[in-house]
Structure formats: structure tokens, C-alpha cells
């Protein structure tokens, strides 16, 4: 089964508003890593936080990790149209080179 | 800018065909990996590779095949293509000791 619920299925916000998106999982990880994806286009990598980590920041990214919630949250801050993109966690798979990945958040950030 | 590439970017093509979707990548990644992902949906794995002459299936099941006779490339066949075929595939590579993956643009296909 997959891995990865996220919620919001779809967000829609102003520019310069926060932006926030979650990640369910069900297994045990090594890690997690968030993903961004234009339409129609491949993902592009975004920020891997570990196991043992509970928060990581990137620029206007802040990923937050509860294992013993099994989720993980995605924050943008000051959104900027060209955020508008769909967002997707992925998890690994342990013990194979796996990568299983969530239903994604489709975030609109209107100018 | 990832140095990951796929052909076709986009392909039309009629039932029973046999296509072969391209994958390259010029990094020197061990870890290749086909997904398929319908419009708006999931991304599921379909096929991946830890190294050369090593292809294993992923969690979709699916009626193509995969080779990795060499390192940098990982095409994916179809021997006989049916509209149920009829999705985005995209190919991704990472270093053996990493979890990062580099993604291709992707090859829309459609089966008529």
C-alpha cells in the first residue's frame, strides 16, 4: 500500500501568505524528502530531513518530522506565484533502494 | 539542472505497438528508476536498477520491461502498447549512498 497521505489535496492562498502541507506514513523511515513538481514536468528535489532530525530549514522552506506521529509537514513561507506547483513526500522504503511516494498537495498561489 | 534526459518528450502512437521510452543520465548514478503518474495523481514505481545488470520490479505491476546494460542508460519497453498504457513516465537516478533523485522531464505517452 502507499506510504505517503498528504493533506491538503489542494491549497489555494494569496502571494505572500503561508503555505502549509502534510505527510502521513506508515512504516518506519530512514528519512523523508519533499519534492516539487511544475506541470507537467518531472520533480525537482526540495529538502531531505532524517530519522533522527525534527526540523530543517531551506530558505523559505521548513520541514518538521514527528516519528512517533508518523508525519511530516512542509511549510513555505511568503508564498510567491511561482510556487504554484504540486508538492509530494517521499519515504523510504527500508531494507530495499526504494523511494514510495505520497498523493501530493496541489498548491495555487495567486498574484 | 539535472543531466537526466528522456525520449520522446511526447509520443502518439496505436494499439499493439512496441515502443522503447529513453532514459540517460550523465552523472554517474548507480540507482535508476521508472515511475508512471497519471495527470495530477501519485507517482507510482514501476521498475528500478541499483546497477549495471540489475533491474527490479517495483510496486505497479506493468507489462514492460526494463535493461541496464550500462550505467548510464535505462530504457523501458513496451511490446505491445494498449490505451491502458496511456500515462506520463518519468525516469529519475540518485547516487548508491543517497536518497536524492534527479528526475527526467518525463515521456507523455498516448495509446489510441
Known amino acids: 500500500s502507499q506510504q505517503g497521505e498528504e493533506d491538503p489535496q489542494a491549497l489555494s492562498i494569496q502571494e505572500g501568505e503561508n503555505a502549509t502541507m502534510n505527510c502521513s506514513y506508515k512504516t518506519s523511515i530512514n528519512n523523508l524528502q519533499w519534492y516539487r513538481q511544475n506541470s507537467g514536468r518531472g520533480l525537482v528535489h526540495l529538502i531531505l530531513i532524517r530519522s533522527n532530525e525534527r526540523e530543517k530549514h531551506s530558505g523559505r522552506l521548513r520541514v518538521t518530522l514527528d516519528t512517533s506521529k508518523k508525519s511530516s509537514s512542509l511549510l513555505i513561507t511568503a508564498s510567491r506565484a511561482a510556487d504554484t506547483a504540486s508538492y509530494f513526500c517521499?519515504?523510504?522504503?527500508?531494507?530495499?533502494?526504494?523511494?514510495?511516494f505520497g498523493t501530493g498537495t496541489r498548491l495555487k498561489v495567486l498574484a | 539542472e539535472a543531466d537526466i534526459y528522456q525520449t520522446p518528450r511526447y509520443l502518439v502512437i496505436g494499439t499493439g505497438k512496441k515502443i522503447t521510452l529513453e532514459c540517460s543520465q550523465t552523472m554517474g548514478h548507480d540507482k535508476m528508476y521508472w515511475y508512471q503518474q497519471d495527470p495530477g495523481m501519485e507517482l507510482h514505481l514501476i521498475h528500478y536498477s541499483y546497477g549495471v545488470n540489475s533491474t527490479e520490479k517495483g510496486d505497479l505491476s506493468s507489462e514492460s520491461t526494463v535493461s541496464r546494460i550500462r550505467t548510464e542508460h535505462f530504457p523501458l519497453t513496451l511490446e505491445s502498447a494498449r490505451p491502458s498504457h496511456t500515462s506520463q513516465y518519468l525516469c529519475a537516478s540518485s547516487e548508491f549512498s543517497r536518497a536524492e533523485q534527479f528526475f527526467g522531464p518525463g515521456t507523455r505517452l498516448t495509446v489510441l
Open positions: 517521499a519515504t523510504d522504503d527500508t531494507g530495499t533502494y526504494k523511494y514510495i
